[in-house]
């Protein structure tokens, strides 16, 4: 095939839009990829709803422990350098910060603060041992 031809049969290729037919076909499939990963993407899963119900929870969690910092260690204003050190809960505070000293290492700088911060996580962790072991004992009736 001379040079010609060749240019001849390039020309005869492109559609009224200027695109090769190499190039349309080309496109036609970048678009049922997409389309397949959108029909992925959209369909709802069991994962996505387990993910779901796992986020309420952390969220309701995360709610009761921000209403403890406010109400009862009157500190609210750590509750966002709790979160940056994935403390979420009363019970990630119970089991992470086993000592005073955690919570300068966390972020808490003033001595006050990390005092009056480590005797409520005392307080509370004395509460629930209370409950826990009351739940335990074996009923009287």
Known sequence: MDESESKSQSQ?????????????????????ENK??????????SDTSSDNVQKN??????????????????????FDLFIENEI?????????IEEKNHLGEIGIKPFAHKAK???????LREMRE???INNDEPSQF
């Open 12 to 32: 005869s290729q492109m559609n009224t839009s200027g695109e090769s037919k190499d190039d349309k076909d080309e496109e036609d499939s970048e678009e049922e």
């Open 36 to 45: 397949g990963q959108d029909d992925v993407a959209s369909s709802p899963s």
């Open 57 to 78: 929870g952390q969220k309701e969690d995360e709610m009761e422990f921000k209403k403890w910092l406010n109400d009862e260690v009157g500190l609210a204003q750590y």
């Open 88 to 96: 979420h809960s009363l019970d990630d505070i119970m089991e992470y």
């Open 117 to 123: 911060m480590w005797k409520n996580i005392v307080k």
């Open 130 to 132: 209370s409950v826990t």
